[in-house]
């Protein structure tokens, strides 16, 4: 039986050309259901901060590990746990706008602790900060208000 759950791990790796086709090609040909896929600078000069989730239990997350070590420019790997850990994901969301709506998304938007980001006669952008139950829950809510698009930039974790 195996007990497949969200699993994130946190690569730190130095900046250097292929690296990161390295990684995602490694994960193609070892099968892994990546979830999500962050990555950005971090305060240390020529390091990036790979936050990566995926569909797995123990045993493929301690693999994939392994797996990791082996390309020479990771530099340190972690298995976040979720009760230690700090997750956010930054969503912007575009909704047709009809001025009849407007006030009731605007109470929608203060409700979720969203921002306005850009406003005009057709639409409006959103953006959102947050759990993804949040998120989630605010996509469902706007859903009958005609979501054109929609962007996620995945999960991004922090040890506590």
Known sequence: MTNNKLQTIIVWAENKRGVLNRIFTLIRRRNFNVETITAG???IANIS???LTFSGNQTQTEQLIKQLYKI???TKIIE???RKSVNRELTLIKIKLNLDQRLEIMEIVKHFRAKV???NKN???L???GKEEKINSLIEVLKPYGIQE?????RVTMQK
């Open 150 to 154: 929609l962007a996620r930039t995945g």
């Open 117 to 119: 980001i850009s406003f």
């Open 49 to 51: 901060r790979i936050t």
């Open 72 to 74: 020479i420019e990771i």
């Open 123 to 125: 639409s409006i952008i």
């Open 80 to 82: 976040a746990e979720e």
């Open 127 to 129: 953006e959102i900060t």
């Open 41 to 43: 600078h971090t305060h």
